[in-house]
């Protein structure tokens, strides 16, 4: 059965041996932990929409390897049709979660690797595309969720990887066996690292032919001996062990991003993709990037459950016919349908590549990508406006139900006749979790970095406008002739 329920991922999770650690400590349940269960929870819908009819053209997809219908987070893009699915599939999950969904980075690591095998096999004469397409039949059969692993830490920023003090800032491989080698580094910010069965690991940048060594792309299995994963911290993350439901803002649905560390991991030669063909490293990095940044789809989908939040809000203050209110509104929907429109763009601008896989437009992508480091932080800046203050100063649910003060928070904080004052604190709440507390990772930080600092694309965005055909078009409109 290629598709898995969203209960058997569940358990699918719980045989996995993983070696996690939080607060300092090694967590006996990863499952079950209160502060992650959220990001799982994220994942699951993934699962759970999958088996749902009204969703199945944007969730599923037919395998090219086995004809069989499976989740669209394992398929390779065989049309433009399958990408702008995978936009929509983006901006669906975001606004049915309301947060980072995690399951993108594999996706989008698959498809790169689809790419990239196929083109160093007719340079070099490797097998790397057949092992990767027995690898992802495998993936596709037992519908698994794969981190994709790219961002080393980098040590010092001046330096190659081979000249940094410790040369283990990158990850590299530090010994080859007849049967497989071995990797020593570390991978960082990795979302949805330990609700994952799969780790996919890749370069993080252009490597040169002193860094070979740091030319490996590979994947894993998430509890492979040697693997040790450190939880990141988000904002209010402690909000999570509360027990009460208001103050979490989203208390069904997070994210999670943890700090990898390979400790001399084994690799069999059957899972590695990429070995030391340093001159492809730039373009893996280049095709997951992109791939990912089309992904960015995901927040239009979270800003949609902002905007909804920020309306709902201006109704139960009674300003929602204000008109600098209204305009406001507005402003966030154009913003946020402006999103929508770069990550539909660079889908159906996407052409085939010699592998058979279809590649978003490089230069929209990497655009669509810029304009999500900016919108959603002017989307974040309206919702507080209309908000109000008390986003930042209500008291908590336990003084809304206290014996003593409750009545005084109930009697202050009431608004329109017809809205409880319990409503009106939860979706203050899930504001607040959306700008600034743990859901801002995802929406704010995660917009900024994930898949590239603005810079980044920036970089890219230089490199792929044809500033010549700009020039000649210009010079002949205006008569000059050189
Ligand atoms: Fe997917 Fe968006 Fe999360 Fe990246 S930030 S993994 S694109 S949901
Ligand atoms: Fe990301």
Redesign the pocket.
């Known amino acids: 059965m290629p598709m898995k329920t969203p209960q058997e991922y569940i358990d699918s999770l719980r045989k996995l041996n993983l070696v996690v650690y939080m607060f300092g400590k090694k967590l006996d349940n990863v499952v079950d932990d209160p502060i992650i269960r959220p990001s799982l929870n994220a994942v699951a819908m993934t699962y759970s929409l999958a088996m749902s009819k009204k969703y199945e053209d944007i969730m599923t997809a037919t395998s090219h390897l086995t004809g069989k219908k499976i989740n669209r987070f394992t398929h390779i893009h065989q049309s433009v049709d399958d990408l702008v699915r995978k936009s929509k599939m983006?901006r669906l999950?975001?606004s049915i979660t309301g947060c980072?969904?995690?399951?993108?980075?594999g996706m989008d690591a698959l498809n790169a690797l689809s790419i990239t095998t196929y083109d160093i096999d007719a340079k070099y004469k490797t097998e790397y595309n057949k092992r990767f397409l027995k690898y992802l039949e495998y993936v596709q059969e037992n519908d698994l969720v794969c981190d994709g692993a790219m961002t080393d830490p980098k040590g010092d920023r001046s330096l190659p990887p081979h000249q940094q003090e410790d040369p283990d800032l990158f990850l590299r491989v530090v010994e080859e066996r007849k049967d497989g080698i071995v990797v020593r580094g570390a991978k960082a910010h990795q979302?949805?690292a330990v609700n994952s069965h799969e780790v996919i690991v890749m370069p993080t940048i252009t490597m040169r032919e002193e860094d070979r060594d740091y030319a490996i792309s590979f994947a894993v299995p998430s509890d492979t001996k040697g693997i040790t994963y450190i939880m990141g911290r988000q904002s209010c993350d402690t909000r999570k062990l509360e027990k009460g439901t208001i103050d979490r803002g989203n208390f069904v649905f997070g994210?999670h991003e943890a700090l990898i560390v390979f400790d001399n991991v084994f690799v069999p030669w059957e899972r590695v993709f990429m070995f030391r063909e340093h001159d492809f490293s730039g373009q893996l990095v280049e095709q997951f990037a992109s791939y990912?940044r089309q992904?960015?789809a995901?927040?239009v989908g979270v800003g949609d459950v902002l905007i909804g939040a920020t309306q709902t809000v201006a109704e139960y203050n009674g300003a929602a016919k204000a008109s600098h209110v209204r305009d406001k509104i507005i402003e966030m929907n154009q913003l946020n349908e402006t999103l929508y429109c770069g990550c539909i763009a660079c889908a159906s601008e996407g052409r085939r590549e010699p592998s058979g896989t279809y590649y978003v437009d490089t230069l929209l992508a990497n655009v669509h990508k810029q304009n999500v480091t900016r919108f959603p932080y002017e989307i974040a800046r309206l919702a507080q406006d209309i908000a109000g203050g008390i986003m930042v100063t209500c008291p908590s649910e336990d003084d809304l139900k206290s014996p003593e003060v409750g009545k005084w928070v109930s009697k202050y904080f009431h608004t329109v006749k017809s809205v409880p004052v319990e409503h009106r604190i939860r979706i203050l709440r899930l504001i607040e979790n959306l700008t600034m507390g743990s859901a801002a990772v995802?929406y704010l930080t995660?917009s900024m970095h994930?898949?590239g600092s603005p810079q980044a694309q920036r970089i890219m965005i230089a490199r792929l406008v044809d500033m010549k055909e700009k020039q000649k078009t210009a010079k002949k409109i205006a008569g000059i002739v050189e």
């Open positions: 983006g999950l975001g980072c969904f995690q399951r993108c980075v979302t949805g994210g990912h992904s960015y995901c927040k995802g995660e994930g898949a």
